[in-house]
């Protein structure tokens, strides 16, 4: 979709309320804030809520906000609040999600969207219950490169789908973390922000998009590295969460598909390589990080009796009227298609109910990875 397809065209602007902003560092300050800027006769950003009222003073103050809430029931309750934008880390989230359809606001949420799948079904059922639209943050879906490869697919650049495989690095879990306070829940693995549902959830979320769904899988979830050093402090703190992600199974189209994640980063800077192959020819779409949510991708492809990759691509039409840098940019047509469903009914953004879905894929990967067998992630409950 092209960004004038996109904006609301009726001068109606939804007002946001941001839990969990912290200037300079923290996801909400490098993309909400200039995604909502760019799409500002879309949006209005109302104020933040913290911790605490200080600390959301602090933001508010250094990011130009008109308003620090006391705290998160302050800024759900405020009648002023169309929409509540959830940014903080996993563990919370169903809390506050819950909280804020009960006050009958629409939801953005981060992914992943609950800490395992019961929690993300709760929050769909509420959604549903209540009335309110849920989105989430799923944006590597709405990349450019990746709906313009959803169309390659779909108009038959490489023919019949016979394969696919992913192998990428993940940027953390690599025993090293920069900073305590912002990564070190992301090395326990019971507070649901692993390699395995970050990175690896993200990409397979785009995944699904161009190629289908995954009808089954077996996996392998590996903590090759027990224990990561802290830079900041000095230390060194147990790990839990998997460092090495292997899963191998079929699409529901039949074509087999392989993924390989890695904790760490890639040592040359090439750290994501997805290649799908078929009757009539490849694609391959690479990127710096496993991360394909938050850096820029390439493709390239060949088809016939081509030798030779060649770059494809992508149409300017699918970055005009954008935010050029790709954290933003992708946010920003996450919240335009939101805007688009809150006044058309559409169901354009990624909904509680695709993560619902995608939470399953990720439930059956631990569950094959747990047994030692194949798993179908529709009979997952």
């Not at 688009?340 to 990624?350: E, N, S, Y």
Request: hydrophobic fraction near 45%; aromatic fraction near 4%.
């Amino acid at each position: 979709m092209r960004a004038d397809e996109l904006r609301d065209k009726t001068g109606q602007r939804f007002k946001v309320g941001i839990v969990g902003l912290q200037p300079g560092r923290s996801w909400a300050a490098r993309a909400h804030i200039p995604a909502l800027r760019a799409l500002s006769g879309t949006f209005e950003i109302v104020g933040v809520a913290n911790t605490s009222k200080t600390s959301a003073e602090k933001a508010a103050a250094e990011t130009g906000l008109p308003r620090a809430f006391a705290d998160v029931a302050e800024l759900i309750a405020a009648p002023q609040v169309d929409i509540v934008a959830v940014t903080v880390k996993v563990p919370p989230h169903l809390g506050i999600v819950k909280a804020a359809i009960g006050a009958g606001k629409h939801v953005y949420c981060e992914w992943p969207l609950g800490n395992g799948l019961a929690e993300a079904e709760e929050m769909a059922a509420l959604a549903r219950a209540k009335g309110v639209l849920g989105v989430v943050g799923t944006q590597a879906r709405v990349a450019p490169e990746i709906e313009y490869l959803r169309h390659l697919i779909a108009d038959g650049f490489v023919g019949e789908v016979l394969s696919t495989t992913l192998v990428a690095h993940g940027g953390g879990w690599g025993g090293l973390i920069p900073d305590k306070k912002v990564y070190a829940y992301l090395l326990d693995r019971a507070n649901g922000a692993t390699l395995l549902t970050i990175p690896v959830g993200h990409t397979l979320a785009a995944l699904r998009d161009v190629l289908g769904e995954v009808a089954e899988v077996s996996a392998v979830l590996s903590t090759r590295r027990t224990s990561a050093r802290v830079a900041d402090t000095g230390e060194t703190l147990p790990v839990s969460a998997p460092d090495q992600v292997l899963v191998s199974g079929t699409l529901a189209s039949g074509a087999p598909l392989s993924i390989h994640y890695r904790g760490g980063a890639a040592r040359d800077g090439d750290g994501l390589l997805w290649e799908i192959n078929g009757t009539e020819g490849d694609i391959r779409v690479s990127g710096p990080s496993g991360h394909a949510q938050m850096v820029q991708l390439s493709l390239k492809g060949a088809r016939g009796e081509e030798k030779v990759f060649r770059p494809l691509e992508v149409p300017a039409s699918y970055r005009a009227g954008w935010p050029e840098d790709v954290e933003p940019g992708n946010v920003a047509r996450v919240y335009a298609r939101m805007a688009l469903d809150l006044r058309d009914g559409t169901r354009t953004a990624p909904s509680f109910e695709d993560a619902v879905a995608l939470h399953r894929v990720i439930a059956a990967i631990e569950k094959a990875a747990e047994s030692g067998s194949c798993v179908t992630p529709s009979v997952i409950q």
